[in-house]
């Protein structure tokens, strides 16, 4: 056996924990935080397709068709009255953002006023405005099935608004991006995001059965750049005293205008202070950027008089006097980042546990200066090779007294104790069954245990003995347990890894023996108390403006206004020295200094973004566009020391800047954008888009030759699955889309034009395997057979050899059993030096059996890079081609020199004290390859330097992981015969 393989043997405790962390834990999109990649957008500068403003009058018959049942019974204003289940439609499109006023008044009856109504081969699209029985208004939406009708949101009319015979009442409707706003007499009644909007249609009338309404006045704006979107708070308007066209129609100086002037300084409020800073001077190894800021909270509480608060996989932040945020635990000795409990010695605040998912959990005994992990004095006392946990309490008599709940590395359920604080430990309890559990808490000197989906344990021994307490509870959902005045609350929503899903409070029964269900709360995901109040904060994915509620009883709750707060869940909730303090789904910590009444970001020093592609510009290596798991993207002009935030009205999957114009970008996501970056003001322009309205755009190339010709890969979700709709192409820039011949129904995540010949593309389809095209990806044909090439994620070509290409597989992504992950028989990275006609493995060598010889002796964790072939993004040296950087999935960054005969793990220990699992999503290089940045999952963003030596770190050599005599990496396949054995 080599030194290096005996070194990792005696490393196999913590090197077990990568492969479990990639087994229960991902922060790519396959754990679904879909708070914010469907939330509500925040304004910015949306522009929307059509080129012009068109104001429509529409006071003439023939600019309508009119059903029988519909007549004109005045001229001048023109006067419709329908009766019966019949249409009045407008003979014209309302293309993009629109604004559509009438007066309406009701004589009997319902009716539904459609929007962007649209017939399609699967049958109408439409949104629906219903007026039902005069009381109430419905907005619904319908995409083909009519019997799929999708009800968005709804509102009653409020006290002194009617529809009787003698009240005509104005209707504005006003569609922006996303957004649908509905107006009564000035008064905003509905409000709306749909995360997949309709952007195309024309304005219907529709009575319902023997209904009767007369329709005047109609006035409609399409297609308008200047309609600006809405908040949620936004002041309702005055209320109208006239319905006369000319006394509505929109100024410049109208609500719906927006001067250049108020776009930029919008903007710029929303810039990093230091976007204008020079940048840092450049050193060896990786160093960590100024961001982007952020993160999703998993806990938070105050201690010893500041805030402490664990984000995933940014580990423990602790508040500093300064109002900045200081990093106290990654690596030095806590051996995982993602603490999902902390708690401190109720008798000397220097003692912190955290629980955490991975790897047992971790100690500091002097305020985290310092920490150790559990894991050593933990396994030795269990028969375990891991054991991971999401809480732990100390016993309230006795703070020595450690008690967890986890799992073993066989997923078996075990309750530990250790009466030492963590020294020596004992197993006094094995469940009937595998759990997840959430939280552990002492109540009454009972323990209760909520569970992700099994209700409540409770242990009235000290967790000799458990039974379950699930009587009153809706469902079996349950996260947060809270003591408050002598009552324990119990928050029966979704906790699970990075993933919150509102759900019901419920608080324990006088006799212990049931849950009450706390009325008036829908949808909770945060809960928390200061000993006075109590605080829940609630949020739905279809009408995402959270909201906090405060109680002093426990029982009646009032809504706290909640203003500037992200759209998206809100989790943690602590109140310290008058100041609110509420961790978001993705957006960091926000903070409130009145009560609740309004927030503001609060994440200085908060690097813990989620980050997932990253751009170079070739002409200035310093300027950079960074997207994460978030709508919009960032961009930095000084390599990442300060950042602003654009496009934050899209739902951004993925960027692409122009080949020939840096400042232009497009944008994929659940929409197609094109937008132009500018220090004077970014402008986003939303045109149409490929695939199914249901489909998201995954991956974007457009042709070094000509930039009207762009190619998208299309998935059939967010997450990173196998299912899609192949690759479409564009002619006209976006204008309009054709599904490319040859590629079937999977999630296409690379596209790479031939510089030299952009009629060659190359195309990976996960589960599909690598595709070419030699039409200019009209379509596509497969390169090779076998079960290696078919889970290619990411490709690349080399600068200087368009005939050379990487191939690198993500197993994870494509959905594979555990078994078939670790078999070590498919995935790799392949090279390819003849345009794909055939390939050589280059990681055979690193997912070896134990001794070499043995597949069903194969020990996954005992290596250190490679035992599970989830690669992420590759970058080839243009000056050699043999020379590879690959961001790997759990791995940190790997890199060859000599065509995979040796690899490195490249500056791990710089990228996470320890060297500890890190996801490298994305990677990036300078023209010149001396230049890179890496994406990571919850650290922000890394940049780093190639040295004298050819490598990406500050050491000379970094840690070989195999050579070439050890276990041969050879083997060349061709397209016929490729990985037969």
């Known amino acids: 056996m080599s030194k290096k393989k005996e ?3 005696l490393s196999i405790i913590i090197l077990s924990a990568i492969i479990i962390a990639l087994i229960l834990v991902s922060c790519s999109p396959k754990i679904i935080n879909y708070s914010k990649t469907t939330n509500s957008p925040k304004t910015n500068d949306h522009i929307t397709s059509p080129s012009s403003t068109i104001t429509l009058n529409k006071t003439l018959s023939t600019d309508w068709t009119l059903d029988k049942g519909w007549s004109l019974t005045n001229t001048n204003p023109l006067t419709f009255k329908g009766i019966g289940h019949t249409w009045a439609t407008l003979n014209e499109n309302l293309n993009g953002n629109s604004l559509m006023r009438f007066n309406l008044q ?4 319902n009716i539904n006023i459609n929007i962007k109504n649209s017939l399609t081969e699967n049958g109408l699209s439409r949104y629906i405005l219903s007026i039902a029985d005069g009381t109430e208004l419905i907005l619904q939406k319908q995409q083909g099935d009519v019997n799929k009708i999708q009800e968005l949101t709804q509102a009653s009319l409020p006290a002194g608004m009617d529809w009787n015979l003698a009240t005509t009442h104005l209707v504005e409707i006003k569609t922006v991006g996303p957004q649908i706003i509905v107006r009564l007499d000035g008064q905003r009644m509905l409000f709306f995001v749909d995360t997949q909007p309709l952007m195309t249609g024309t304005l219907a009338f529709e009575t319902i059965e023997d209904s009767e309404f007369e329709i005047s006045d109609v006035q409609v704006i399409a297609g308008s750049n200047n309609l600006q979107e809405e908040t949620r708070e936004q002041n309702n308007l005055p209320k109208v005293s006239s319905t006369k066209s000319e006394e509505i129609s929109p100024s410049p100086d109208s609500e719906i205008a927006q001067s250049v002037e108020e776009k930029q300084k919008k903007e710029k409020s929303k810039e990093d202070v230091t976007f204008n800073l020079p940048s840092e001077e450049d050193k060896l190894g990786w160093t960590q950027t100024s961001g982007p800021f952020g993160g999703t909270v998993l806990k938070m509480i105050p201690h010893a008089g500041t805030v402490w608060a664990s984000l995933y996989s940014g580990g423990i932040y602790e508040l500093q006097k300064d109002n900045s945020w200081k990093q106290i635990a990654v690596g030095s000795g806590i051996p995982e980042v993602r603490a999902f409990d902390i708690v401190p010695n109720p008798n000397n605040s220097n003692i912190v546990y955290v629980s955490e998912t991975i790897v047992c959990g971790a100690k500091t005994i002097n305020n985290g200066v310092s920490w150790q992990g559990l894991c050593n004095n933990m396994l030795k006392y269990i028969d375990s090779p891991n054991f991971n946990t999401n809480t732990l309490a100390l016993d309230p008599t006795d703070s020595k007294i450690i008690y967890v709940p986890g799992n073993k590395f066989d997923q078996s359920s075990v309750f530990l104790v250790s009466k030492d604080g963590g020294e020596q430990w004992e197993q006094r309890f094995t469940f009937d069954k595998p759990y997840k559990f959430n939280q552990l808490s002492f109540f009454n000197s009972k323990m209760y245990l909520a569970t992700v989906e099994d209700g409540v344990l409770v242990s009235s021994d000290l967790g000799k003995s458990w039974k379950q307490l699930n009587k009153g509870l809706e469902d079996l959902t349950t996260s947060r347990l809270v003591s408050f005045k002598n009552r324990l609350y119990l928050l029966g929503a979704r906790l699970e890894h990075n993933v919150r899903m509102g759900g019901n409070l419920y608080r324990l029964a006088s006799d212990g023996l049931s849950w009450e269900k706390v009325p008036q709360l829908e949808q909770v995901t945060g809960l928390g108390t200061d000993g006075i109040t109590l605080f829940t904060g609630t949020w739905k994915p279809d009408n995402p403006n959270p909201k906090l509620w405060t109680s002093t009883d426990g029982i009646s709750f009032q809504e706290i206004a909640s203003q500037g707060l992200p759209h998206g869940w809100i989790g943690e909730i602590v109140n310290l020295d008058s100041k609110l303090y509420v961790g978001d789904s993705s957006e960091g910590i926000y903070v409130s200094s009145n009560q609740g009444n309004t927030f503001e970001e609060f994440n200085k020093g908060l690097i813990s973004s989620a980050t997932r592609e990253v751009y170079i510009n070739p002409d200035d290596e310093n300027e950079i566009y960074v997207s994460t798991w978030d709508v919009g993207f960032y961009w930095s002009k000084n390599a990442g020391k300060g950042y602003r935030r654009l496009a934050e009205d899209y739902m951004v999957l993925t ?42 755009i995954k991956s974007i190339a457009v042709d070094p030759r000509d930039s009207n010709h762009i190619l998208a890969g299309v998935g059939a979700e967010v997450a990173e699955t196998p299912s899609g709709e192949g690759v479409w192409y564009s002619n006209n820039q976006g204008g309009q889309w054709s599904r490319s011949q040859g590629i079937s129904n999977f999630a296409v995540s690379s596209i790479i034009f031939n510089p030299l010949d952009t009629k060659i593309v190359y195309a990976s389809a996960l589960g599909g395997g690598v595709f070419k095209s030699i039409d200019g990806g009209s379509s596509f044909t497969p390169l090779g057979v076998g079960e290696q090439l078919k889970y290619t994620y990411r490709l690349a070509m080399s600068p200087s050899d368009p005939n050379v290409l990487i191939a690198s597989s993500n197993l994870f992504f494509a959905q594979l059993s555990s078994t078939d992950q670790y078999s070590g028989k498919y995935g790799g990275i392949f090279q ?9 493995e280059l990681t055979k060598g690193i997912r070896n059996y134990d001794g070499g010889e043995r597949e069903e002796d194969f020990l996954p964790w005992l290596y250190n890079f490679g035992h599970l072939p989830n690669y992420e993004m590759i970058l080839i040296d243009p000056k050699n081609s043999d020379h590879l950087v690959v961001g790997h999935h759990g791995e940190n960054v790997i890199e060859t020199i000599d065509g995979g005969v040796t690899w490195k793990k490249v500056g791990a220990d710089e990228m996470v004290p320890d060297g500890i699992h890190n996801y490298a999503y994305c990677l990036g290089a300078s023209k010149s390859f001396k230049k890179f940045y890496a994406c990571t999952c919850g650290r922000g963003l890394f940049r780093g330097l190639m040295n004298e030596q050819g490598y990406i770190s500050s050491s000379l050599t970094g840690d070989i992981i195999y050579e070439n005599d050890i276990i041969p990496a050879e083997g060349i396949y061709g397209s016929e015969n490729s990985y037969s054995k």
């Open 7 to 9: 070194t990792v043997v």
């Open 106 to 109: 009701r004589q009997k009856g």
């Open 655 to 696: 960027i692409k800047p122009d080949p020939h114009d840096f400042s232009k970008v497009y944008l994929g996501g659940n929409s197609f954008t094109v937008g132009q970056v500018s220090m004077t003001g970014s402008k986003f322009s939303e045109k149409n888009r490929p695939g199914s309205d249901s489909s998201f």
């Open 832 to 840: 390819s030096k003849d345009a794909g006609a055939t390939w050589k």
